[in-house]
């Protein structure tokens, strides 16, 4: 099992209220795989350095986890197909 950090841009049409219960749906592809969340950091909404979908804020969620490498690819390849998630990066940290 490897450790992934992985950054979340939510739309900033969701409700900040309404963006833990989006990152916890999605989170279930990495217990449900056998892995581990390790920590969820929501930064809350922040200007953009340039306008994605012609909006200047998104929320930003940073979350750690330790899962095999097929397990956070499916995780990633829902949220790209999820609207009201605007970009996602998926880092795999040192051990």
Same mark, same amino acid.
């Not at 279930?28 to 979908?53: M, Q, S």
């Not at 330790?66 to 390849?77: A, G, H, I, K, L």
């Given at each position: 099992?490897?450790?992934?950090?992985?950054?979340?841009?939510?739309?900033?049409?969701? /409700?900040?209220?309404?963006?833990?219960g989006l990152?916890?749906?999605?989170?279930?592809?990495?217990?449900?795989?056998?892995?581990?969340?390790?920590?969820? /950091?929501?930064?809350?909404?922040?200007?953009?350095?340039y306008d994605?979908?012609?909006?200047?804020?998104?929320?930003?969620?940073?979350?750690?986890?330790?899962?095999?490498?097929?397990?956070?690819?499916?995780? /990633?390849?829902?949220?790209?197909? /999820?609207?009201?998630?605007?970009?996602?990066?998926?880092?795999?940290?040192?051990?």
């Amino acid at each position: 099992m490897r450790k992934y950090e992985i950054m979340v841009l939510v739309d900033s049409d969701v /409700d900040e209220r309404q963006v833990p219960g989006l990152i916890e749906k999605h989170l279930e592809v990495i217990t449900n795989g056998g892995g581990a969340v390790d920590n969820v /950091d929501h930064w809350g909404r922040r200007k953009l350095a340039y306008d994605i979908n012609k909006k200047p804020e998104a929320s930003y969620t940073v979350i750690q986890v330790t899962c095999e490498p097929s397990v956070v690819q499916e995780m /990633d390849r829902l949220m790209t197909i /999820d609207e009201k998630i605007v970009r996602t990066k998926v880092l795999r940290l040192e051990k």
